[in-house]
């Protein structure tokens, strides 16, 4: 096992000590397989891809799909929950707000200064916990888009931690949230769906959520909007990045891509691949079917186990392949439900990554996996820029160390 698949493993182990195994072990009984308690398990891209792709039969608002989780807590209306003609409207009409150039622009104003601060600490030589940098800046992006510009960085990483305890709460064996668990998901969503409504009525179209107005959807669908955000627009991008990193350092490759930009983003996508941001999703079925060669009905549940789907083509390697190209970037989903907000992270991920670049070689010092956390991810991971590479230091010999001990 090289060191990147080492530490991967790690933190999947870390987030789902009993379901990972398990995800694992079923990759090995076929393209789709019935799991008693679970539902039919997908492993094999082509066939993902083609349940994604119908919508009528396999759909994201019966029982124990997304709208099961998160109609509760959002509304009838956020795209998560929604199939035919009403989600193609509003997805329409949102698609319009998360142009390459929009999201660009959104993320150049609103990290230009954390990312100043991240260069200066980089140039200096100071160790940095990418873990947190990142949180701040994920925090402080979905923080403009629903509508709470300006805020510091204890404010963003309340933001986080808020989202993050909602997504934990799901596992993979979660069909809906208890009264408890809505209780406590509405405690936080309620504030930000009351700011995001401001926003929304003040109607500038300098922001997101002014744009909404414009566009001509309701207060409520603006509010259900920045529900879905605000849950799915954090944890992909500041989790990404410190395990893009890694995967980069450990792999040695980190001095590669710093020299040839233009291998950004396959790194970019190709890390997206490993680490699969949304290792699983969800469907419910609407009429009888076939998903592979195992027969299914209506009310059956699909889940789509997209890090088997992705994972089946190898460890990380900046290499390209006919196979790695056919996936389309499963890990997004496919057809109607491709993930509308991937414009927005891929210029979150692209302009950190840049600066970070900028200063390479860089040298990870330590790293510690996170527990319970539904994205496996790191708690924190360390890096700095490699002491050679400062003006006036020299380097000495470290080692990489980890909660516990060395690595």
Known sequence: ???????????????????????RGLDRLGAAVRVPGVGVVV??????????????????DGPGSPGDLWTPILGPSVLLNMEGEAHRALRRKLAELFTPASTAALCARVLAEPLRELSARLEGGEPVDLVDT????AGGVICEVIGLPDIDERACRAMF?????????????????????????????????????????????????????SLGLSEGEARGAAGAFFLTGTETVATLVPRLVALLHDTGLLARV?????????????????????????????????VGRVRVRPGDRVLIATHNCCRSLGP?????????????????GAGPHFCLGYPLAHAEIHAVMTTLLDHAPLTITSRTPAKNVLIPTYASLTLHRAPDAVPGTEAEPAGETTRGGAA
């Not at 405690?187 to 009525?201: C, H, N, Q, S, Y």
């Not at 930009?261 to 699983?280: H, N, S």
């Open 1 to 23: 096992m090289t060191r990147a698949s080492h530490w991967e493993r790690r933190l999947y182990l870390s987030a789902h000590p009993f379901a990972y195994p398990l995800l």
């Open 43 to 60: 492993n094999d891209p082509e066939t993902a891809r083609a349940v994604l792709l119908d919508g009528e039969v396999f759909r994201k």
């Open 134 to 137: 990142m949180r701040v800046m």
């Open 161 to 213: 931690e808020a989202g993050e305890r909602i997504v934990s709460m799901v596992g993979l064996r979660t069909r809906t949230l208890g009264p408890a668990q809505v209780a406590v998901a509405r405690e936080v969503l309620d504030p930000i769906g009351e700011t995001a409504a401001r926003a929304f009525r003040a109607g500038d179209e300098r922001t997101v959520m002014g744009r909404m107005r």
């Open 258 to 290: 710093a020299a040839d930009r233009a291998l950004l983003d396959p790194a970019i996508d190709e890390a997206m691949r490993v680490t699969t941001p949304t290792p699983v999703m969800l469907r419910s079925v609407h009429a009888d079917a076939k």
């Open 316 to 332: 990380f390697a900046l290499e390209p392949s006919p196979a790695k190209a056919a996936l389309r970037r499963l890990w997004f």
